[in-house]
């Protein structure tokens, strides 16, 4: 099992970026496909992007394309969610998860396809 620790969360204003890290330990995250969640009080896990193993493909939910970019260092057994022009709408905790895949180009769109979580980061943003 891949062991998964998210950061980089805070309290920022509306308009803010934000970066935030999910490292693993345990396995190589080169071996996963991961993604990003987030869910906010009295609402239901959502997801916000998606990377391959590779890195070569990604993914994002409708509210975050043009202002989240997912990427990763493989190298430094990491995946990075850049966020931009935040909004309080984007008020949420944040996690990470990873799903072992064996194609390079592999993505994984739901939550029940991850079998790796973080504990996940808070971020606030405020208006």
């Known amino acids: 099992q891949v062991q998964l620790v998210e950061s980089g969360g805070g309290w920022v204003q509306a308009g803010d970026s934000l970066r935030l890290s999910c490292t693993a330990s345990?396995?190589?995250?080169?071996?996963?496909?991961v993604g990003w969640f987030r869910q906010a009080p009295g609402r239901e896990r959502e997801s916000v992007a998606a990377?391959?193993?590779?890195?070569?493909?990604?993914a994002y939910g409708d509210s975050m394309k043009g202002r989240f970019t997912i990427s990763r260092d493989n190298a430094k057994n990491t995946v990075y969610l850049q966020m931009t022009s935040l909004k309080p709408e984007d008020t949420a905790v944040y996690y990470c998860?990873?799903?072992?895949?064996?194609?390079?180009?592999?993505?994984?769109?739901?939550?029940?396809?991850?079998?790796?979580w973080g504990q996940g980061t808070q971020v606030t943003v405020s208006s």
């Open positions: 345990g396995r190589t995250l080169s071996s996963y496909a």
């Open positions: 990377i391959s193993r590779s890195g070569g493909r990604t």
């Open positions: 998860a990873a799903g072992l895949v064996t194609s390079t180009g592999t993505l994984y769109y739901r939550a029940g396809q991850y079998n790796n």
